[in-house]
């Protein structure tokens, strides 16, 4: 099963245009606690932080958080992919996607063009407050990607993604939204991917909007994640060891993988990762999920996801959230059960 979570750095862009009042009732509907924005490493389900999005684009009425000088107003993205999808292949529904998005935004404007093999999409991005215009970047091609990848029925590998702004903090989670190969300082937002991907057909319709529609946002930004990455693969059979008794070491995995542990370790170094990193991943996006969907104990929780000793979990789970696994499942509660 997968068990995504989400950077609580997210949860606090998403909602850095609230007051405070708004702030607590969108974090209550949504199910997060407040305490956890002390906490900035911290994470969040994939289902909490899409309720957080659709409850910021109500307080605002505006489905891009109030990141632009105009509002995109609620039912806009909707909209959107119900004009794209009359679009008989992909180029011609990106073409409009992009011209739509200039018709909802003032200060985010998106091209496509081919550079030799490769379809590029940049962004030119007038917003001024440094952070305000990199959420903006980011949001804005998780909402183009997402969209051409379900139109596509598939998704669109990006061959690279580059970013007209310092590496942040939350770097990590780029390699799993846009690209393993990042630049950053560069001197245009812009992702890139296979032109020939561009004459791919439209294969969705009426009925499929629909589904998609209500799944959204949480059908945007996690469906078409990229799972083609070594990382990808590693996580998939790490998660397999969820419940067991024994993990595999890195050199086991290499040859399942049929590799040197040489390679592995280079092709995750190259992707930004390393196994253990990977390995702790997985076992702290099974442990959220465990402390917010089941009663399980802490010490049955720390079993499940490979630690003898509670006492280790206990660490291992601090230093990945910031608290300790208690003092969240606490949290959880009160702001499911309506407390602070």
Excluded at 52 to 59: D, G, H, I, K, Q
Excluded at 97 to 116: C, K, P, S, Y
Excluded at 154 to 179: C, K, N, Q, V, W
């Amino acid at each position: 099963m997968e068990r995504d979570t989400v950077s609580m750095h997210f949860v606090g862009a998403a909602m850095a245009r609230l007051d405070r009042a708004a702030r607590e009732r969108v974090m209550r509907s949504a199910g997060i606690p407040k305490a956890l924005l002390a906490a900035p490493h911290s994470r969040v389900t994939a289902q909490s932080f899409s309720a957080l999005w659709l409850a910021v684009s109500r307080e605002l009425d505006d489905e891009f958080f109030g990141l632009d000088s105009r509002r995109m107003k609620v039912g806009s993205f909707a909209l959107l992919s119900h004009a794209v999808l009359g679009s008989a292949h992909l180029d011609r529904a990106l073409k409009q996607m992009l011209r739509g998005f200039d018709v909802l935004l003032d200060d985010v404007h998106g091209e496509l063009h081919l550079e030799g093999g490769d379809g590029v999409v940049t962004i030119a991005n007038r917003i001024e407050e440094p952070a305000a215009r990199r959420f903006a970047d980011e949001t804005f091609l998780v909402m183009v990607h997402g969209l051409a990848c379900w139109l596509a029925g598939r998704r669109i590998p990006l061959a690279s993604a580059a970013f007209a702004y310092p590496r942040p903090d939350h770097a990590g989670e780029y390699t799993t939204m846009y690209s393993q190969h990042l630049t950053f300082d560069a001197p245009g937002t812009a992702i890139r991917f296979d032109a020939s991907l561009l004459g791919l057909p439209v294969v969705q319709g009426p009925q499929t909007l629909k589904t998609f529609l209500r799944k959204a946002p949480q059908s945007v930004f996690l469906k078409y994640k990229n799972e083609a990455s070594v990382t990808a693969r590693l996580r998939r059979r790490l998660r397999r060891c969820l419940g067991q008794d024994e993990w595999p070491v890195l050199e086991a995995i290499a040859g399942e993988f049929n590799v040197s542990p040489t390679t592995l370790r280079r092709r995750l170094e190259a992707e930004s990762t390393t196994y253990q990193a990977v390995k702790d991943d997985v076992r702290r996006d099974a442990a959220v999920h465990y402390l917010c969907s089941t009663g399980l104990s802490v010490p049955d929780i720390a079993a499940l996801v490979g630690f003898q000793e509670p006492s280790a979990f206990r660490r291992a789970f601090k230093t990945w959230s910031g608290i300790q696994p208690g003092e969240y499942r606490m949290l959880q509660s009160q702001a499911v059960g309506g407390g602070t």
